[in-house]
């Protein structure tokens, strides 16, 4: 019974009802931050739970400014971010060399080269990937990883997660504030749901439009590389 009520305890401190609640009953910029250092790590956390009820919170009770939610959210993002960055960069790339040098990676294909290819690959596009995965979902917190482990300018990658955060947040904040003037607090969780489906859908979309014109870029650079080898 003990062992049942202490999964119970982590099962809801865990759910994002309950983090929901939380916040909005001891919102403050030091949690806007916090939460969103931790979003933006290695840890799954519900950005969805922070930015629009303190937004709400902005428009219902006049605690908070949503210039200032933005803002903090945005500079707590980033610092999530360098965590992964920083992290990959120290501690994944010998593993991944390591790993292209093994016999098992060569049976995979993968080779020292082919990792060097993808890493000046990511220094060439880099700045793009880190911008557009930010609103991405489930790549909003791994997008850093890669630019660790190719090095990405530190100054380039600051900018553009910032960007991209910062774009995140502002639709966070504006689906917030426009809920605070339309639904009651009891509605908020559900109303935020349902709209972070959406979000969710037209994160995969833009997903798929990246992908498909990643290949396209291939297929063109392929196809001149065939007629330039058959004009020799």
Same mark, same amino acid.
């Given at each position: 019974?003990?062992?049942? *009520?202490?999964?119970?305890?982590? /099962? !809801? =401190? ?10 909005? #009953? ?7 931050? &916090? %939460? ?5 790590s290695f840890l799954p956390f519900p ?17 908070? #400014? ?35 040098? /093994? ?18 690959? %990511? ?33 380039? %990658?600051?900018?553009?997660?910032? $960007?991209?955060?910062?774009? =995140? +947040?502002?639709? *966070?904040a504006v689906l917030g504030y426009w $809920? ?7 509605? &908020? ?17 833009? &997903?798929?439009?990246? $992908?498909? %014109?990643?290949? =396209? ?8 590389? #065939? /007629? !330039? /080898? +058959?004009?020799?």
């Open positions: 019974m003990q062992d049942l *009520l202490i999964t119970c305890a982590v /099962s !809801d =401190w865990f759910s994002a009802q309950y983090l929901l609640d939380f916040f909005y #009953n001891h919102a403050s910029y030091l949690l806007v931050f &916090l %939460f969103m250092v931790i979003e933006s950005s969805e739970v922070v930015v629009p009820p303190a937004a709400y919170i902005a428009v219902t009770r006049g605690d908070m #400014n949503v210039v200032l939610i933005v803002l903090v959210a945005t500079a707590g993002a980033v610092v999530g971010a360098l965590v992964n960055y920083f992290l990959a960069m120290g501690l994944g790339r010998p593993i991944v060399y390591a790993f292209a040098d /093994s016999r098992f990676g060569h049976a995979c294909l993968i080779d020292r080269a082919k990792v060097d290819k993808a890493e000046k690959y %990511f220094d060439d596009h880099g700045a793009l990937s880190t911008f557009i995965g930010r609103l991405i979902p489930a790549v909003r917190q791994l997008i850093s990883i890669p630019a660790g482990l190719a090095k990405m300018n530190l100054g380039v %990658f600051v900018i553009f997660t910032a $960007l991209g955060a910062g774009v =995140w +947040n502002c639709i *966070l $809920l605070g003037q339309t639904v009651s607090y009891p509605q &908020l969780f559900e109303a935020v749901e349902k709209y972070n489906r959406y979000f969710t859908i037209a994160g995969f979309v833009l &997903l798929l439009f990246c $992908l498909l %014109f990643i290949v =396209w870029k291939a297929m063109q650079g392929r196809s001149k590389k #065939n /007629s !330039d /080898s +058959n004009s020799l």
